[in-house]
């Protein structure tokens, strides 16, 4: 319990963090609810949520940095010693570290989108989703905001940095998986499922694999943080 509390103290006591869960929640509150506006002159008196949800998409890279920053800074400056020098259970520092950081960027994303859904109702009659295609890209947006913070933050304490880890996951989701999406062959589309962008959304297949990568940095994070010295 100590720990925890550490951890929650350390990371919350940061500016940055505080500002780009800020930032996060601003964006996802007016997101929708500016889509909205642009709707409703138009005549348009019910809104898909995956229509409203499109801002969303474009914060990722926030996320990247929410979740990553306060998982890595301690690394990154070496006061995790600190930490590690006041308990020997360093699986379990990892644990609160990463969970701390990705639940928190998470559980913004989530109350601010809701919110932002329940404000878009200002300007369109209702929101309701407008079939099986709408719903599959509501949850994988959903998806993608459970397991990028995570993976995120897994990553920066793998590397010691949560600006390497920032770096890492914008190359892989907006170049790399990008590149795969335009290469109209099997092997790149087969190859994008693999990817964290491209299993959510994938049905169970899909949630396997984001399974798979969580559960590889977690244990490439463990095995690191067991070797990595006190400084």
């Known amino acids: 319990m100590h720990t925890l509390k550490a951890t929650l103290r350390e990371i919350f006591s940061r500016p940055a963090t505080r500002i780009l869960l800020a930032f996060v929640a601003v964006a996802l509150i ?20 995956a229509m409203l949800l499109i801002p969303a998409s474009f914060m990722l890279p926030v996320a990247f940095a929410a979740a990553a920053f306060p998982a890595g800074g301690a690394h990154s400056r070496g006061t995790i010693g600190y930490a590690y020098l006041a308990s020997n259970h360093r699986g379990w520092e990892l644990a609160c570290r990463v969970g ?6 998470t559980l913004t994303a989530f109350a601010a989108s809701a919110i932002g859904l329940g404000g878009a109702h200002v300007f369109v009659d209702s929101v309701a989703l407008g079939g ?30 949560g600006t390497a880890s920032f770096f890492v996951w914008v190359v892989e989701s907006l170049i790399v998986e990008t590149a795969l999406g335009a290469v ?29 990568w969580v559960a590889a940095l977690a244990a490439a994070a463990y095995a690191a943080v067991q070797r990595r010295a006190v400084k």
Do not use: F, H
């Open 132 to 161: 099986a295609n709408s719903a599959d890209m509501v949850r994988n947006q959903a998806e993608l905001w459970v397991a990028y913070p995570l993976l995120a933050a897994l990553t920066a304490v793998l590397l010691g940095s």
């Open 30 to 49: 007016l997101g929708p609810m500016a889509v909205a506006m642009l709707l409703g002159p138009n005549g348009t008196s019910a809104a898909d949520p």
């Open 100 to 105: 701390i950081a990705a639940l928190a960027c």
């Open 184 to 212: 109209n062959q099997p092997w790149a589309a087969a190859l994008e499922k693999l990817l964290p962008g491209g299993a959510a959304g994938n049905g169970a297949a899909g949630v396997a694999t984001l399974v798979v």
